[in-house]
């Protein structure tokens, strides 16, 4: 089992920054990848940005450039990723989503994190 918690949203104007933190807390030694999904009113939820254990990153078109995911870190008993947003625009209001995927294919994730960009 993996515990997944997700901070860091807030409301900021166009063209600010946030950082979105992701910790997942239990059997953290089965983890392939952690990453970023996004989902904004009557929309799907979309991949924002993922990184796996091995360091390889995968990002939507949407935020290459100004998002940047950090490796996972690993302190005691927690795994923590970081997303660095950056220019951010309005269209990329949404709820944040952490997913942590272990290697027997599992996933679990985050309550979300609401980031509004707005002046």
């Known amino acids: 089992q993996v515990q997944v918690v997700d901070s860091g949203g807030g409301l900021v104007q166009p063209g600010g920054s946030l950082r979105l933190s992701c910790e997942a807390s239990?059997?953290?030694?089965?983890?392939?990848?952690m990453g970023w999904y996004r989902q904004a009113p009557g929309k799907q939820r979309d991949l924002v940005a993922t990184i796996t254990t091995y360091g390889s990153t995968n990002y939507a078109d949407s935020v290459k450039g100004r998002f940047t995911i950090s490796t996972i870190s690993r302190d005691n008993a927690k795994n923590t990723v970081y997303l660095q947003m950056n220019s951010l625009k309005p269209e990329d209001t949404a709820v944040y989503y952490c997913k942590t995927v272990v290697f027997q294919g599992r996933e679990y994730w985050g309550q979300g994190t609401q980031v509004t960009v707005s002046s």
């Open positions: 239990g059997s953290i030694n089965s983890i392939y990848h």
